[in-house]
């Protein structure tokens, strides 16, 4: 798996679809089994306001990278069967495969997904 340095003038792309930096986790919420390691996490809707969740000029070392997404249908479905709840979402672990640096300075990252993923599921 590779780190990433993320700077808030970066763009990123999950197979050619733009998604956006929501913030690092530190190691609470969606990303609490990975306690002192910082994880980029991604999402498909930009955040209000164009807000970055980075200072101007910051350089943020993560050690992974994840998907906050919605579970689509297929998967919907195939967690109902297995588990006693409804998915309300997905952390899916994505990793960088290229790193695109412009002479303007600007900086594109591109990911694939890894195809691991969790559920998480309010129960009754």
């Known amino acids: 798996m590779q780190s990433i340095y993320l700077v808030s003038t970066d763009e990123f792309y999950l197979e050619n679809e733009k998604i956006y930096l929501l913030g690092i986790s530190k190691g609470i919420g969606t990303c609490s089994d990975l306690h002192g390691i910082d994880v980029a996490?991604?999402?498909?809707i930009e955040p209000k306001d164009n807000r970055i969740p980075l200072k101007p000029n910051a350089r943020i070392f993560?050690?992974?990278s994840?998907?906050?997404?919605?579970?689509?249908e297929e998967e919907f479905q195939n967690e109902l069967k297995?588990?006693?709840?409804i998915p309300h979402l997905v952390v899916e672990l994505i990793e960088p495969i290229l790193l695109i640096e412009k002479k303007d300075g600007k900086r594109i990252y591109h990911f694939?997904?890894?195809?691991?993923?969790?559920?998480?599921?309010?129960?009754?």
């Open 41 to 44: 996490v991604f999402g498909h």
């Open 62 to 64: 993560c050690a992974w």
């Open 66 to 72: 994840a998907l906050l997404r919605k579970p689509i």
């Open 82 to 85: 297995d588990k006693s709840g």
């Open 112 to 124: 694939k997904s890894t195809k691991k993923k969790e559920f998480y599921v309010n129960t009754i």
